[in-house]
């Protein structure tokens, strides 16, 4: 399906805005108060769910960003092509889900348009239909605490501090090409559809209607979707289409370490969810870091007895057109029946600055297990 027919100025502009509200109806006042906040940047409270709807229709640029909105699960698709009467598996990911929506309005769209062999006459004012144009960083050097290049010659087999299990090894002299900034842009705007509509990892189903995902989908899923929110904290990035970095992702108890390796290393760590998101913030900001992970063979996931889901994800960093070193981040992830959402425990990352352009880190096969998400 071509996607220049949804991309618009506004959703209140768009041919499917009509849809658009048909599927928000679908939704609580709690959800639909949280989506307008969200689309208005906590500009406007809106005090009904009539009004919650158009102030989304009016903020909400496309229907991409409107996949992308934390509220619009899974589990509210697949309830709304249930009431449109559209047979599809109960297994099905987010981005199908999507896909048979905007194909129903799509057909719905295809019936309300006048055969051009039909004796009924165009207006001469008709509109046109809608169409659009056809159509990752962080410097290491010189930060205020210290943090110097390395310059290796040999394998380095590293581990994130204080804990287990995350291995990665590069041979620093064994210089290949590596896919350049640019093609990487285009790359992910060529699949923006695709990736980005996928973007609102972070809410799941309520318990007793969970899905069963495979842990290798669940976590590229969670990796696409958290490392565009943070590329978008850079001028760099702000283009791409995904989530909004933030508190709320984190537990309130949550914490994080931050080790950024050089000659000299320094250390940075925060308790409290409030406190690791500032700390993150500022760090990925303060060296203008782009972060391009390794969706290929470079993410491992693991169950603990305790239900805490472990991501462990490696790739390369990148400061404008510059690559500047490689890193290694492991996550831990736990289900919140409150929010229903998976939420971040705490986050540890190393940031190593790389003096030469080297293959990409990488991690070995895992055993792939079932997450209910």
């Known amino acids: 399906m071509c996607c220049r027919c949804f991309a618009v100025m506004i959703l209140k502009d768009s041919p499917f805005a009509d849809n658009v509200r048909e599927l928000l109806r679908t939704l609580d006042s709690e959800a639909l108060l949280a989506m307008a906040r969200t689309s208005s940047n906590n500009r406007i409270l809106p005090l009904s769910s009539d009004e919650a709807i158009e102030i989304i229709l009016i903020h909400t640029p496309d229907l991409g960003r409107l996949f992308s909105y934390r509220r619009m699960t899974a589990q509210v698709l697949f309830l709304y092509l249930h009431k449109k009467d559209v047979g599809i598996v109960g297994y099905a990911s987010k981005h199908q889900l999507i896909m048979a929506v905007q194909e129903v309005w799509m057909k719905q769209r295809d019936k309300m348009r006048v055969p051009e062999n039909s004796a009924i006459k165009r207006k001469a004012s008709s509109e046109p239909e809608a169409t659009c144009p056809s159509g990752r960083r962080g410097k290491l050097s010189g930060g205020r605490d210290g943090a110097a290049s390395i310059h290796s010659n040999n394998l380095i ?20 090409q590596v896919e350049g900034r640019n093609g990487r842009v285009n790359h992910e705007v060529s699949i923006k559809m695709k990736t980005n509509l996928t973007a609102p990892f972070n809410e799941k189903l309520p318990q007793s209607t969970m899905t069963v995902m495979k842990s290798d989908e669940f976590t590229r899923d969670f990796c696409e979707w958290y490392y565009v929110m943070v590329n978008r904290l850079q001028p760099q990035g702000a283009h791409l289409l995904g989530d909004t970095f933030r508190e709320e992702i984190f537990y309130s108890n949550s914490f994080t370490d931050v080790y950024l390796i050089g000659q000299t290393s320094v250390e940075r760590h925060a308790r409290g969810g409030e406190n690791t998101f500032v700390l993150l913030r500022d760090t990925f900001i303060e060296f203008g870091l782009l972060f391009s992970p390794n969706l290929e063979n ?3 996931a693991h169950k603990s007895s305790q239900g805490i889901v472990t991501i462990l994800c490696c790739g390369t960093l990148h400061h404008d057109n510059s690559f500047v070193g490689i890193f290694e ?16 425990m705490y986050i540890k990352i190393n940031l190593k600055q790389c003096s030469v352009q080297c293959a990409p880190p990488s991690l070995p096969k895992c055993q792939v297990f079932k997450i209910e998400a």
Do not use: C
């Open 157 to 176: 087999s590293s581990r994130v501090k204080n804990h287990t299990s995350f291995a990665i090894g590069i041979t620093m002299n064994d210089v290949v």
């Open 298 to 300: 470079g993410t491992q």
């Open 329 to 344: 981040q492991e996550f831990g992830l736990v289900y919140s029946p409150v929010d229903r959402a998976w939420k971040i």
